[in-house]
């Protein structure tokens, strides 16, 4: 019985071995302070999460969490912070303030986008300010912008010109395109679809 009993544990053991192994363990280190001229010349390495500070001429970490200035802020992972740069990409989802000349999304974003461009590739959901706000996916919130764009969008865009392909809310601009529609899919000053 007892040799039955052992046998039966070390094939449970295994087996939560072999499920642990199966799935990729990462541990990073972190670190309160970054600064950077460039990678690699920085504080800590690329790899490493950043919770706190990170400040830098051009710096690039995995996940950064805390407040991010910098001319170039280049985020592997995920972003949680009140980010300030001249350029900012984050791989991962962003949530948090963005501010700069371009900012360029690649995970998804949730919060105030305020550069001078607005690139998010995945889904974009809050405020978007800038003088082109582009959510190559869908996107939800207010766009504010000369030139608004978004392959869907949910809530209200307001600028020059606004183009999206489905609707589901209000463009006021002197150019609205709705794409996606089949009658009157461009109006002047006010477009809407619910």
């Known amino acids: 019985m007892f040799i ?3 046998v039966l544990g070390l094939a449970c053991v295994c087996l939560m071995v072999g ?6 363990l990462v541990v990073r280190k972190s670190t309160p302070l970054q600064l950077s001229l460039f990678p690699p010349l920085q504080l800590v390495d690329s790899d490493s999460d950043v919770t706190g500070l990170r400040l830098g001429v051009f710096s690039m970490n995995h996940d950064v969490t805390g407040i991010d ?17 001249l350029f900012n990409n984050p791989d991962g989802e962003f949530v948090g303030i963005q501010f700069g000349l371009v900012s360029l999304d690649q ?15 995945v889904k974009a959901i809050g405020f978007f300010s800038g003088v082109a706000n582009m ?47 089949d009658h009157l899919p461009v109006l002047p000053i006010l477009n809407a679809s619910f």
């Open 4 to 6: 039955k009993q052992c």
């Open 135 to 181: 959510a190559w996916e869908e996107g939800v919130g207010f766009q504010l912008g000369a030139f608004n764009y978004a392959k869907s969008y949910v809530g209200l865009q307001l600028g020059f010109v606004n183009v999206t392909h489905e609707l589901v809310g209000i463009q006021v601009g002197i150019l609205n395109f709705i794409t996606g529609r």
């Open 69 to 85: 200035l910098g001319l170039i802020n280049r985020t592997t992972g995920s972003e949680t912070a009140l980010q300030w740069g």
């Open 107 to 121: 995970g998804g974003f949730v919060g105030w986008q305020a550069s001078l461009v607005n690139l998010d590739s």
């Open 19 to 24: 499920a642990a192994g199966a799935q990729e």
